[in-house]
């Protein structure tokens, strides 16, 4: 019964292929983010959604585009992978915007070799 | 430009004792204040919260101080136990519809028996 469940947990793939990390919420929750981790270990907000409409986008590459077909899903898109995309993304919701107690997914650990 | 610092990377104690973690924040405009769990291949999850109104909140044996003229804040966990072993994430975010949280980059605690 996981509340947020991202797939896959780890994705290992070549620069330059084109990726997707999947994202949903059992919680009935209005808003959705994806963070990255990265190899500092700093969690850095990349995008919210809040019932299927972007309202945080981050300074980040345009190769990212997150994708809400319903409030309960937020998919990542990433075109064209580079070195420097390796880190842990996490997918989180709460049940509004305002609402910052939100809940993780357990991360996918994308490596780029 | 971290605004949330954790200054210390890891913190050891023993069973039964006090743990006290620390953040510092630069931004005046955060008003309120989280700290979040993370064990190893998980995602965050959230512990205690504080709004920039209070000093102090507890939960069990969970604390948080508050010192806003000092932009400071304090996790007391007390008495600690080795399930307490994680890392333990400060984050923060503004007011007026700034959903962002800024996250620090985390302290390691690890509770010897």
């Known amino acids: 019964d996981t509340a947020v469940s991202q797939t896959p947990k780890y994705l290992v793939t070549q620069m330059g292929n084109d990726k997707s990390i999947k994202c949903e919420q059992n919680?009935?929750?209005?808003?959705m983010y994806w963070y990255k981790q990265d190899s500092k270990k700093f969690l850095k907000i990349m995008f919210s959604y809040n019932n299927k409409e972007l309202i945080i986008n981050e300074t980040v590459p345009n190769r990212f585009s997150p994708k809400s077909p319903d409030k309960a899903h937020l998919n990542l898109h990433i075109n064209s992978l580079e070195l420097g995309d390796s880190a842990v993304y996490f997918c989180?919701?709460?049940?509004?915007?305002?609402?910052?107690?939100?809940?993780f997914g357990q991360g996918t650990r994308l490596t780029v070799v | 430009d971290q605004q949330v610092k954790q200054n210390s990377p890891s913190l050891s104690v023993q069973e039964g004792r006090i743990s006290i973690l620390n953040c510092d924040y630069t931004n005046s405009m955060f008003d309120y204040f989280l700290w979040y769990k993370k064990y190893p291949a998980e995602g965050p999850t959230f512990l205690i919260s504080?709004?920039?109104?209070?000093d102090k909140n507890e939960d069990g044996r969970f604390t948080v101080f508050l010192n806003k003229s000092a932009k400071h804040l304090s996790l007391h966990i007390v008495p600690s136990q080795p399930g307490d072993s994680a890392v333990y994430f400060c984050a923060a975010r503004g007011s007026f519809n700034d959903y962002k949280l800024s996250f620090g980059a985390g302290t390691t605690v690890t509770v010897r028996a």
């Open positions: 989180a919701s709460s049940p509004q915007a305002a609402n910052t107690e939100a809940f």
């Open positions: 504080i709004s920039s109104i209070k």
């Open positions: 919680l009935g929750h209005d808003t």
